[in-house]
């Protein structure tokens, strides 16, 4: 049976600025606030900190980062906490995401990892454990990526290296239709 929302719940969530915040890109090219939502919401107050739980997804302009938990951090401002133990925050930080974590950043390019983590203010969004990326018909794997919103370029690295370790980047990328039937 779900909970119900009282007016006290609904104000600490507001209070803990867990609603829609604007922020860095989540994406390339991403403007206005980025929009959770979640099947269950737990609000930390004290420490600012916002726990989407259950088909968790943050959403902005067309980047999604979608996980089965997405934990938002947002600044803690001076002065806050006092006798009623509601703080006062500010701007996101980051948000981690865990378990069946996709980052999409446009319909032909995503990502998927066992961890992720976007950092607001280096711009980053990092996937660890096994990372997938899709781009078209295109793939690479390995161990960790780190996807930088604001210029949209990443690196992957793997967990050995070598010629003949297993846990190396990979990749496999096919030629694009127009390259084949031009060079016809």
Known sequence: MKSLVTSSIVAAVLAAGAGPTHAQGLGPNSKGPIDITADELEVQNKVCIS?????????????????????????TKA????????????????????????????????????????????????????????????????????FNTKTGEGRMVGSATGPNAKSRPRGVFYPSKKSESAAK
């Open 51 to 75: 726990t989407w739980k259950g088909k968790a997804e943050a959403l902005q302009g067309e980047a999604r980062l979608r996980a089965d938990l997405i934990r938002a951090h947002f600044e």
């Open 79 to 146: 002065g806050s906490g006092g006798a009623t133990g509601t703080g006062s925050c500010g701007d996101l930080i980051k948000m981690d995401a865990e378990g069946n974590v996709y980052y999409v950043t446009s319909k032909n390019q995503r990502v998927r990892g066992d961890v992720g983590v976007y950092d607001a203010q280096n711009e980053t969004v990092t996937l660890t454990g096994d990372v997938v990326a899709v781009q078209d018909q295109n793939v690479l794997r390995g161990t960790r990526m780190v």
